[in-house]
């Protein structure tokens, strides 16, 4: 079947604006989460879903960055007036009910200018 | 908090021979371990996971691991390298649940023919 698919691949946008990232996670997942990797941090941990609530944000790295998932599917991560500092590779992956691997989608890959 | 060590940046090995990457942790509580594989420009590819059980574990394309409790290490092994084994292997922990991944820094494997 489908894996989890993001949107857009690419996104060059000027330091100060607004972007919105999108991930739709496999088909029937339940948890679905969202990682930053960049090369000073490696791979960080943001946020995590279950169905449509958030109950792990701890990961988010200021109040610039949020995120929301509807109808326990596709999610957005939202980051307002962005820095330099947020240009990365966004990654989405998602798992389903009862197992513990996580499945990624090919990422986002954000540039701040 | 947990952490994952993954000490070193790069490994050369000749096609054919053994490999090894290291990885150690650090998890309160009994933990979850999950070995990922990163392809340039590719998101990230699950090649196995420990939960509990025996301490060998068998992944993807013939990879396994073993867990050592006592010496906190999950490490990645293959008999036999493939030029195609090239690419860049994260180490991961959580801790149960469904919590977010926390990832080491990865090691890049080169493999030599």
């Known amino acids: 079947g489908a894996g989890v698919s993001q949107s857009p691949s690419n996104k060059v946008t000027e330091k100060g604006k607004d972007v919105e990232l999108r991930c739709d996670p496999i088909?029937?997942?339940?948890?679905l989460y969202w990682y930053r990797q960049s090369l000073g941090q490696g791979l960080e941990f943001l946020i995590y879903?279950?169905?449509?609530?958030?109950?792990?944000k701890s990961g988010l790295p200021s109040d610039r960055f949020s995120a929301e998932r509807t109808g326990g599917s596709v999610s957005t991560l939202t980051i307002q007036r962005t820095q330099q500092e947020d240009s990365a590779v966004y990654l989405c992956?998602?798992?389903?009910?009862?197992?513990?691997?996580?499945?990624f989608g090919p990422g986002t890959r954000l540039t701040v200018t | 908090a947990q952490s994952v060590a993954q000490p070193e940046d790069q490994v050369n090995v000749a096609e054919g021979n053994p490999l090894t990457v290291k990885c150690t942790y650090s998890?309160?509580?009994?933990?979850?371990l999950f070995w990922y594989v990163q392809y340039p420009n590719r998101g990230l590819q699950f090649l196995l996971k420990?939960?509990?059980?025996?301490?060998l574990v068998k992944g993807s394309y013939g990879f396994e691991a073993e867990f050592n409790k006592s010496q906190t290490s999950f490490h990645l092994k293959k008999p036999s390298a493939l030029v195609s084994d090239s690419a860049l292997y994260f180490c991961a922990v959580r801790r149960g649940g469904a919590d977010g991944l926390t990832f080491g820094k990865g090691t890049h494997l080169i493999i030599q023919p």
């Open positions: 998890v309160s509580g009994n933990p979850y």
């Open positions: 992956a998602s798992s389903s009910q009862g197992d513990v691997e996580q499945y």
């Open positions: 088909s029937g997942h339940t948890a």
């Open positions: 879903f279950q169905g449509n609530s958030a109950p792990d």
């Open positions: 420990y939960i509990t059980g025996d301490n």
